[in-house]
């Protein structure tokens, strides 16, 4: 929208209201702690890295090696084993941005009279990801792939332990650990968080609701429908699409018209989408053309 100043000591009790002092996601851990837990992690790094070897499809697997500690280096390394846009492709209900869902919106002729569009946003998605729910659901996930010969199936799944449930983080001069959801802040993050519900979406809501979809999209959190079902079938989709972990969403009503990503789209008189650049309103323009 535009420039922001807050006061550093707001600024720091926002963080700490609004994030830290939640129980149920972050635990406070001393120095002292925070020195054991780092070698504990130098160990779990060093038992992961002998047992398995980087996986590198066009290079021999037996010249492979890897050193160092935990490091980005290995979240780098997870998100290149969930395959990139090459797995996502599986997920046909994903897109990478505003061009890709235009791309897709051109494909659609004219609606149905009763065709309505909806947009659903999930609740701080990252930390509300349940961490072991997420690793038996990607786990079971990448077990039914058909994957190139020599995938380290096993690394990956030991990587997502590793990774996800040991972040620890320094706040000023307090360190904590993340009990629950998405280790913030890791390259791996953006892609287990879509693969995640991209699962239930594959397995529930198209193949329970697909009938009354004429088209779902998401962009991480954000989804984009368009529903031609009747009011109880639509209260059973909303249900559904809640049921997944402890991940929620909060899901507009259908309407003619839904601001989402950086577009307006609505339906014509004549029963055909439109789109339009989408501006907020606060939107102060503070940029050079």
Sequence with gaps: LGAAIMSRENYIRQGIEEHLRNDRVYKRLTKTQVKNEQKRLQYLQAAFKGRHR???????PAT????????EADYIYLNRAYGGDDQLARFRMTIKDSHDLLAKLRNIGGLPPNARLFTADAVSMYTNIDTEHAIRVIGNWMDGLDLPAGFPLRAVNDAMGLVMRNNIFEWGDT???QLLGTAMGTSAACMWATVYYGVHESTTLIPTHGDNLLIFLRFID?????WTGNAAAWESFKRDVNKFGILTWEIDEPSTSVDFLDLTISISPDDRLTTKTFQKAMNLYQYIP
């Excluded at 980087?54 to 290079?59: A, K, L, Q, T, V």
């Excluded at 954000?222 to 368009?226: E, L, S």
């Design 54 to 60: 980087p996986f590198r499809p066009n290079e021999n």
């Design 222 to 226: 954000d989804i984009f429908g368009i």
């Design 175 to 177: 360190y904590f650990r």
């Design 64 to 71: 492979s090696s890897s050193t160092g500690e935990l490091t």
